[in-house]
């Protein structure tokens, strides 16, 4: 009876740990998760100024700053853009390695000067 306990406490717990991660920036969301097949095209597609923000789901300033960065992807819709990109997913380990992402959140605003390659530049977030 204590380990059915026990195992029922654990999923408890998983559940509510989990339940910001699983929510993040899902169905209906006004911010669009990229990842690294689809970054370079959907960023090539607008010259709109566009946020993106590199997180880690298990990360507790990204979970507190997902209601304001929702917030103001809603507000900026149609003169802005504003994206999130899992950076614990094996498959986008590269591209948060390319845009020297070293802690989370990583704010990056990409304007619409491009590179030499023609790839949009992109500054670290400063503001608050």
């Keep these: 009876m204590l380990a059915a306990a026990h195992i029922l406490v654990l999923i408890?717990?998983?559940?509510?740990?989990?339940?910001g991660v699983l929510g993040m920036y899902g169905k209906g969301s006004a911010v669009k998760k990229l990842h690294a097949g689809n970054f370079d095209r959907v960023?090539?597609?607008?010259?709109?100024?566009?946020?993106?923000?590199?997180?880690?789901?298990?990360?507790g300033h990204c979970k507190s700053l997902e209601?304001?960065?929702?917030?103001a992807?809603?507000?900026?819709?149609?003169?802005?853009?504003?994206?999130?990109?899992?950076?614990?997913?094996?498959?986008?380990?590269?591209?948060c390695a390319r845009f020297n992402v070293?802690?989370?959140?990583?704010?990056k605003v990409f304007t619409e000067k491009r590179t030499k390659r023609g790839n949009r530049r992109s500054v670290d977030y400063q503001g608050e």
């Design 12 to 19: 408890a717990s998983f559940a509510l740990a989990t339940q």
């Design 43 to 59: 960023l090539g597609k607008t010259s709109q100024p566009t946020f993106v923000k590199f997180l880690a789901p298990w990360c």
């Design 67 to 71: 209601p304001e960065y929702e917030k």
């Design 73 to 95: 992807a809603k507000r900026a819709q149609g003169f802005g853009k504003f994206y999130a990109v899992d950076c614990d997913e094996d498959k986008n380990r590269g591209l």
């Design 102 to 107: 070293q802690g989370f959140p990583t704010l």
